[in-house]
């Protein structure tokens, strides 16, 4: 294991500069840049400082397992929710997405459905539309794309997807988390 690959891997998923990771552990730059190019090696002090800055416990930390790793998902491993009340299912794509930094879904809207309401965020959004046709309502503004038509918007205001087809729309949605 490359403690040093790993740290940097954290602080780039954190936002950090090497200066503002130091700043925050009282370590410089220097050394920083050092830890992530294993010329050095962190005492196990500084290293739970920089594990606790960096939003990670140690066991997370130096656990390989496999299911971070895996790279094919196989449909009978997707987890599927239907809200038959608003008319959609959705189709988490990858089981472990949630600890990703994306989450791709399949989502169907029936005749008439529409997708739950967001908050605001500070996630980002891309859409496929693979068949009908969707409303999306972004704040106080509304965009129409069709079948073949892509999305992409800053969640920044409140959104919910809508179907606009009389018939059913399906689409491939990927979403960055927001680490509100």
Do not use: C
């Not at 920083?32 to 400082?49: A, G, K, V, Y």
């Not at 539309?129 to 892509?150: P, T």
């Not at 999305?151 to 409140?158: C, L, M, N, R, V």
Request: charged fraction near 30%; hydrophobic fraction near 35%; charge should be negative.
């Amino acid at each position: 294991m490359q403690i040093g690959t790993k740290i940097k891997r954290l602080r780039l998923k954190n936002g950090l500069t090497q200066e503002e990771l130091g700043e925050r552990t009282d370590l410089s730059k220097g050394f920083i840049s050092q830890l992530e190019r294993d010329l050095n090696s962190p005492s196990i002090e500084t290293l739970f400082s920089l594990l606790e800055v960096l939003g990670t416990s140690p066991k997370e930390f130096f656990d390989d397992s496999d299911e971070d790793k895996k790279v094919v998902f196989m449909p009978d491993e997707h987890i599927i929710h239907t809200d038959e009340s608003l008319g959609y299912e959705i189709d988490w794509l990858i089981t472990t997405s949630n600890k990703k930094e994306m989450e791709p879904v399949y989502l169907t809207l029936a005749e008439k459905g529409q997708f739950k309401q967001f908050e605001p965020s500070l996630a980002e959004t891309f859409i496929y539309v693979l068949e009908g046709k969707v409303r999306l309502v972004l704040g106080s503004q509304e965009h129409i794309a069709k079948a073949g038509d892509s999305i992409y918007y800053e969640a920044s205001d409140h959104h919910q997807l809508i179907n606009a087809y009389s018939g059913k729309s399906e689409m491939i949605i990927v979403t960055t988390q927001s680490y509100l």
